[in-house]
Every structure is written in structure tokens, then in C-alpha cells.
């Protein structure tokens, strides 16, 4: 199976975007998904995650009520809906398949990542 991000770019404080993940190779509606980031010099962090169903969403609270995760099955694709960006927000965006039900923070529980889409959030 393999993960495509897409739909970074530049925008900017207060500005949206839309990142899509969509999967090739194998139905991924078994399994939970999620979406972490990598800012220059720090670690990846969760940001968001979601259950095989879309009936579960996790967030981090750094993007709670600002960012919505959601998923169409048919489609084999994940999206996730950032609003009020602020220039912290700035990082290269994975998306990633779990191993299985998992839709948590642990990023142990995920292993197949997509290749990372940059956003830039300008002051």
C-alpha cells in the first residue's frame, strides 16, 4: 500500500487549507488513520486521528476546534480540513495507516506513512 499527501502550500494566519491522503494498493477502511507533523528541529507530533468508520476523531489540543479529520472509504482517501492556521502550524504534514483499529497518538501504532506535504502558515 502506498500513501499520497497532497494539498499543502502557502497561506496565510487565519488563512485554510485542505490536505488529502489517498491510498493505493489496499482498501484501507479496516483500518484507523492519521495525521502527524514535523516542524524544522522538533520531533513529529499527532495532530489528528481517526477510526476505520469515521465515527472516532482524536486531536491534539494545539488544533483542537480548529482542524477536522475526516475520511471517504469509497474514495480510499483521508482529509483533513486546517482553519484559523497560525504560523506555528508551519511543518511537513504525514499522513499515516495503522496496523489496525488504533487511531490514537502513538506513532509505534502506525506503519505505513505517506511522503509528507509542506504548509507554511505567513505572519
Known amino acids: 500500500v502506498q500513501l499520497q499527501a497532497s494539498g499543502g502550500g502557502l497561506v496565510q494566519a487565519g488563512g485554510s487549507l485542505r490536505l488529502s491522503c489517498a491510498a493505493s494498493?489496499?482498501?484501507?477502511?479496516?483500518?484507523?488513520m492519521g495525521w502527524f507533523r514535523q516542524a524544522p528541529g522538533k520531533e513529529r507530533e499527532f495532530i489528528a486521528g481517526i477510526s476505520w468508520s469515521g465515527g472516532t476523531t482524536n486531536y491534539a489540543d494545539s488544533v483542537k476546534g480548529r482542524f477536522i479529520i475526516s475520511r471517504d472509504n469509497a474514495k480510499n482517501t483521508m482529509y483533513l480540513q486546517m482553519n484559523r492556521l497560525k504560523p506555528e502550524d508551519s511543518a511537513v504534514y504525514y499522513c499515516?495507516?495503522?496496523?489496525?483499529?488504533?487511531?490514537?497518538?502513538?506513532?509505534?501504532?502506525?506503519?505505513?506513512w505517506g511522503q509528507g506535504t509542506q504548509v507554511t502558515v505567513s505572519s
Open positions: 494498493g489496499r482498501a484501507l477502511s479496516n483500518y484507523g
Open positions: 499515516a495507516a495503522a496496523k489496525a483499529y488504533y487511531s490514537g497518538s502513538d506513532s509505534s501504532e502506525y506503519n505505513v
